[in-house]
């Protein structure tokens, strides 16, 4: 008996370093950053953490992100494109911004090109509630504002937060004005009403698309009155503010781009401050590290010509002359090709695109453990893990997907590994849970090797979505890796 179970003890004993090597050569992992990450590193990814958080409290709409971004290029050195002279040189590091909503930047490689772009490429626009245009009137003693939705959202969801009007009008003597109201504390902030509870027997039975609608979302704007007896006296004195503030009428309100968003700050989350939450972290939490990781790339010359594309108009399907789809874009690494070369051959573009690679950087979806039953537990990104790497996005049978080559992904994730950069295998959800695009497949169209790469969040899409910091860390290490590494 004794003998028995020392042997089963001896067995036991030397299958277990084999399981162990076997589980360590064969099967994958992706272990918590926090295991992974020694004081030091957790340090500097706090640091780059409260740096994120203050850029996107400042930079909440795509022209905002364009403008700010536009400062820090400047201020790292970086000209417009088109002050840079007809030749470009090794190094030097240019920029466009698109239309005031979208922005362009590079550093010129050793190779002047030769060996196609490495680019990384997010989106700067996220879901919004726009004014319509005309969008201010008075009902019951109350002034409000008509608003019309941009992108994917539950607008329940965005009804009795506090909410800000940022934007750009155009008088009528052609001047532009920024709008900006809610950010400051002694600002007033503006709301969406929703129903009170005692009278929602009837809404509560709507299904949850219906429950707040479209023409519901109604901006309170104030209900003072002018002192003047007589109609419209409510609306008039919104306008008159306006008026004053702004030079505003209600003329310049019909072509105006105001963009109603969550007023306030990104935050830490958790007792541990762990978590960032916000407005717009789809994709500002991808465009941030993109930005960064371009700005930060080292005074040696990298082997190739370094690109970060901020694009708008993503949320609604990358359309229009500033969205991923438009030409402009292209143009842009076309004119980057012809100054490095003093010469334009679009033969020789075309090949250059084929041989350009880029990691549409955008976010995924964490698995929520309050949620877990739209994912794949196997398949899906966790918060905390690292860099969600996406082979294919798209819903259904894959439609609508740019799905990335083994051979690319993989060489990639070797290349990650071999800089000790984790990263985590993503997906959007459970396949027929829905699903959802980036700007992948219009890069893709051009003839580049694209991956889909970026931060998994929880609430995506909602006025306060959660990132974790150590993701947003690791990520901008990894698109950094990617453009002064990948070969
Ligand atoms: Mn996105
Ligand atoms: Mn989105």
Not at 60 to 72: D, I, V
Not at 316 to 330: I, L, Q, W
Request: aromatic share 8%; glycine share 8%; hydrophobic share 40%.
């Amino acid at each position: 008996m004794a003998e028995k179970k020392s042997n089963a003890k001896d067995k036991k004993k030397k299958d277990q370093p084999k399981l162990k090597t076997l589980q360590e050569k064969l099967t994958v992992k992706y272990p918590n950053l926090f295991d992974l990450t020694d004081a030091a590193t957790l340090k500097q990814a706090y640091a780059y953490a409260d740096q994120y958080k203050q850029f996107i409290s400042a930079a909440k709409t795509e022209r905002e992100f364009t403008a700010l971004a536009s400062q820090r290029l400047e201020a790292s050195g970086f000209t417009p494109l088109q002050a840079a002279g007809a030749r470009l040189k090794p190094g030097d590091r240019v920029y466009q911004p698109l239309r005031g909503k979208a922005l362009m930047a590079a550093v010129v490689g050793q190779d002047l090109c030769a060996g196609g772009f490495r680019v990384l490429g997010a989106h700067i626009d996220s879901p919004r509630f726009d004014s319509k245009p005309t969008p201010i009137y008075e009902d019951s003693d109350l002034v409000l504002m008509k608003t019309h939705y941009y992108g994917g959202v539950k607008k329940y969801q965005w009804t009795t937060i506090p909410l800000a009007l940022h934007g750009i009008a155009v008088t009528q003597d052609g001047s532009a004005v920024t709008v900006c109201i809610g950010e400051s504390e002694s600002d007033p902030v503006f709301t969406f009403s929703d129903l009170l509870i005692h009278l929602s027997r009837e809404q509560l039975q709507k299904s949850a698309a219906q429950v707040v609608t479209g023409e519901e979302c109604n901006l309170i704007l104030g209900s003072r009155p002018l002192a003047d007896k007589g109609d419209g006296r409510f609306k008039l004195q919104v306008l008159a503010l306006l008026f004053d503030r702004y030079g505003l009428t209600e003329e310049d309100l019909v072509s105006a781009e105001l963009e109603i968003v969550p007023a306030g700050a990104a935050r830490d989350v958790g007792i541990d401050r762990s978590l960032i939450g916000a407005y717009g972290q789809d994709d500002r939490v991808c465009a941030y590290p993109s930005l960064t990781a371009l700005l930060d790339l080292p005074q040696a010359v990298p082997a190739h010509t370094c690109v970060t594309l901020l694009s708008d108009k993503e949320e609604v399907g990358s359309d229009g002359n500033t969205g991923a789809a438009a030409r402009p874009y292209e143009t842009f690494l076309m004119d980057l090709l012809a100054r490095s070369r003093g010469s334009y051959d679009e033969l020789a573009f075309r090949h250059l695109l084929e041989d350009s690679c880029m990691l549409s950087s955008d976010v995924t979806n964490g698995l929520d453990p309050s949620f877990a039953s739209v994912s794949d537990p196997r398949n899906s990104a966790y918060l905390g893990r690292g860099m969600a790497v996406c082979k294919v996005t798209g819903s259904g049978g894959k439609a609508g997907a740019s799905e990335a080559s083994t051979e690319y992904m993989g060489a990639v994730c070797r290349m990650l590994k071999a800089h000790h950069l984790p990263w985590q295998s993503g997906e959007l959800g459970k396949v027929d849970a829905g699903g959802g695009g980036t700007i992948c497949k219009y890069f893709a169209n051009l003839g580049m090797q694209v991956l889909d790469c970026g931060v998994p969040v929880l609430s995506m899409h909602s006025p306060f979505e959660i990132s974790h910091k150590l993701d947003v860390y690791y990520t901008y290490l990894a698109y950094r890796c990617f453009l002064e590494k990948f070969a």
